[in-house]
């Protein structure tokens, strides 16, 4: 455990991306060295800043209270994982108690680099720069094959942990089993992001395949005969949960099929309930035992459309490297227009443009821009796909501040944001460290210093609320973490505002505003 805590530091010291991928190919040699090849599963997971376990029901909050470290290392990297097995699997009356106690147990076995690697894992927040590219490349040296074989291998298999645990025991040979197989999640292609339809059809050469992007759920439909199985965008399987998906995949002329698609709750106008309407179908527990939730209702309640956007294989023949124009072909033959996303194919700005506004007026988030050549790069963030939507921005004050990680140790790095209340005060609306630059953390780290409003040597410093931040984010949703019961989705500083004074702020009516509006 002390030797994968100590390479996630020391990966995430490190500037360059050859260092990053050498120091992490050593571990992963050791661990191939290791009899359970399980071991190399959870280090490409954890390095990879994921679990195995997906969800073990352990939040920020059962973080905030640990015990101290233990002087001397004693815990090994799969009796951790056990315990997360064992957490996770805690259940019923007395559940949050005994969680409670087990990851206690845990962490006061655990040296202060561990502790700190472990609640930075838990909490979602692990920042040493071993992105799923990065960790790729690792699997490639250590395993002496080529980096193409195992991003195509990852792309196939759906999880870099089982296809590094194949490299590094069975080598190219190994590899080359993953293959596109109907049944098995295929990790979804990822979109960039382009500023506004200009700028996406410059960089995609001038013409686009323009699609609506709904705020809806990304599944991934499997049917083989009148076997159909649905996965989520982290690969779940959410098959019980979505009847209407299953049934949308029965309806189709067809015996084989991989599809990716969007679940989406609609109001009987037919736009958009809000996001959380739709997650709430979706979550802990919604494989095919389905556990307590009442699908039956749950559709009653608020049923789901079904839109689908692409197809990765149909009777036997792979698509998925295909050009975007032939799959738009073989999806308009096989999928009725009612279950297909809007679209257009143009090199006409305008014409674009308005199509943006015609999505945005229907309550969506924004287009889609596709190369019409681009084939399916399932598992990457291409730049054949690109993604334009409208940003909001926010001026907040910062609240309190939480001390870095790997290249960000020493610094100051997460900011607790809060939008001001005219009633007094501030309401906090959520946390990020994203958009921040190097001289952007040196400042900061400097300010909240002087700040400061108590203690400086723990995880979290409060400081006095007088700096303003601008934010941009993407809508605001419903939270019970927060006072407000509101947080911003996928926030980000785009600069500090030093010619505002907290009392200029934006005030939680506002926020609460754009909630009501839907963004």
């Known amino acids: 455990m002390l030797d994968v805590a100590t390479a996630s530091a020391e990966v995430g010291a490190a500037s360059a991306r050859s260092r990053k991928v050498a120091r992490l190919a050593d571990l992963l040699r050791r661990a191939g060295d290791h009899d359970d090849p399980r071991l190399i599963s959870v280090v490409v997971a954890w390095l990879s800043g994921e679990l195995l376990q997906r969800q073990i029901g352990v939040g920020w909050a059962s973080l905030r209270s640990l015990p101290e470290p233990a002087e001397e290392p004693g815990l090994s990297v799969l009796e951790v994982d056990d315990r997360f097995s064992e957490i996770r699997a805690v259940t019923g009356q007395g559940s949050q108690a005994r969680r409670a106690a087990l990851l206690a147990d845990l962490f006061g076995r655990a040296t202060a680099i561990e502790q700190t690697f472990l609640r930075r894992l838990l909490a979602g927040e692990l920042r040493q720069g071993a992105l799923i590219g990065v960790m790729a490349d690792a699997v490639a040296v250590a395993a002496d094959v080529p980096a193409a074989t195992v991003r195509r291998a990852a792309m ?80 779940d399987d959410v098959t019980h949960r979505l009847p209407e998906v299953v049934e949308a995949a029965l309806a189709l002329p067809v015996d084989e099929l991989i599809a990716d698609a969007e679940a989406i709750a609609l109001r009987p106008d037919g736009r958009p309930h809000r996001f959380q309407v739709t997650a709430s179908r979706f979550g802990r527990g919604g494989g095919r035992g389905g556990g307590r939730f009442d699908v039956a209702a749950a559709r009653a309640a608020q049923p789901l459309s079904v839109f689908v956007f692409d197809l990765l294989h149909v009777d036997g023949t792979d698509l998925l490297d295909l050009p975007t124009s032939r799959r738009v072909e073989a999806l308009d033959a096989l999928v009725p227009s009612a279950h297909r996303v809007d679209r257009l194919v143009t090199d006409s700005h305008d014409a674009a443009a308005r199509f943006l506004d015609r999505t945005l007026a229907a309550g969506h988030e924004g287009v889609m821009a596709k190369s019409p050549s681009a084939p399916y790069e399932a598992g990457r963030r291409g730049a054949g796909w690109l993604k334009v939507k409208p940003v909001h921005t926010l001026d907040l004050v910062v609240l309190a501040v939480e001390w870095g990680s790997g290249r960000r140790t020493g610094k100051l790095s997460n900011i607790h944001l809060g939008a001001r209340d005219p009633a007094g005060g501030f309401v906090m609306l959520g946390k990020t460290f994203k958009g921040m630059t190097d001289a952007m953390l040196e400042w900061q780290t400097a300010r909240f210093l002087d700040l400061a409003d108590g203690p400086t040597d723990g995880y979290v410093v409060r400081v006095r609320p007088e700096q303003v931040v601008e934010i941009a984010f993407d809508g605001v949703q419903r939270s019970s973490r927060y006072p407000g019961g509101l947080a911003l989705r996928f926030a980000r500083v785009l600069r500090y505002r030093h010619d505002k004074t907290p009392a200029e702020a934006d005030t939680i009516d506002t926020v609460r505003a754009i909630y009501e509006r839907g963004a």
């Open 156 to 235: 196939l298999g759906g999880a870099l942990p089982t296809v590094a645990a194949a490299a590094l025991t069975g080598g190219a040979a190994a590899l080359a089993a993953f293959t596109l197989t109907v049944g098995v999640p295929v990790g979804p292609m990822l979109a960039q992001t382009a500023a506004d339809v200009g700028d996406a059809l410059e960089r995609l050469g001038g013409t686009a395949v323009f699609e609506a992007k709904l705020d809806g759920a990304r599944v991934q439909i499997h049917r083989s005969g009148r076997e159909v199985a649905v996965f989520t965008r982290s690969l």
